[in-house]
């Protein structure tokens, strides 16, 4: 692209062949980069709700076209039809609306965490910790939160490195 950014074929063709709106652009590549991670849902014996919310997040108001859209690719809408009763059932429909309990302006003060993606990293857990203690409260959130700060902190300081590198490993775990 004009930025010198790296595009995938589907955006670059959308974008300035087709001519779509950049919000319409925007959600056919949430679909076609997550449409496979629904795929793979189908071969589940069952859904794991940490995963399945932090998809359904990532995904937000597309996860049921890109849901019904692996159906279609696997040939079983039949069986999309269940994974959506059962996402359903697990009361994640709409987890992706739900606010964190604190936000990223009390988590950073709370917590005495600097501005910048350190914050995300915090807010992620958080997140992963409301999909398995959905009636969990803001105060244990926060101790939990405590907690990882303590193993994210140890386990910074044992693997060292620059803080941008330190952001790429915990992003990944």
Not at 49 to 60: F, V
Not at 89 to 116: E, S, V, Y
Not at 125 to 152: A, C, D, I
Request: glycine fraction near 6%; charge should be positive.
């Amino acid at each position: 692209d004009r930025k010198l950014r790296e595009v995938s074929v589907v955006e670059f063709m959308i974008r300035e062949s087709i001519k779509f709106k950049n919000k319409d652009v925007r959600e056919v590549v949430i679909l076609m980069e997550n449409v496979d991670i629904f795929c793979e849902l189908f071969k589940q014996g069952e859904l794991r709700r940490e995963d399945t919310g932090m998809l359904l997040r990532k995904t937000k108001g597309l996860w049921v076209t890109c849901l019904f859209l692996a159906g279609i690719l696997e040939q079983s809408i039949k069986k999309a039809q269940l994974i959506y009763k059962r996402i359903a059932d697990m009361n994640l429909d709409l987890f992706w609306k739900n606010r964190p309990l604190l936000d990223g302006r009390a988590l950073g003060q709370t917590l005495g965490l600097p501005k910048g993606p350190i914050i995300g990293i915090f807010l992620e857990e958080q997140v992963r910790w409301t999909l398995l203690n959905p009636t969990g409260t803001k105060e244990e959130s926060l101790e939990n939160l405590q907690n990882f700060q303590k193993h994210f902190e140890s386990k910074r300081q044992l693997e060292g490195g620059s803080r941008k590198e330190q952001l790429k490993r915990a992003h990944k775990e």
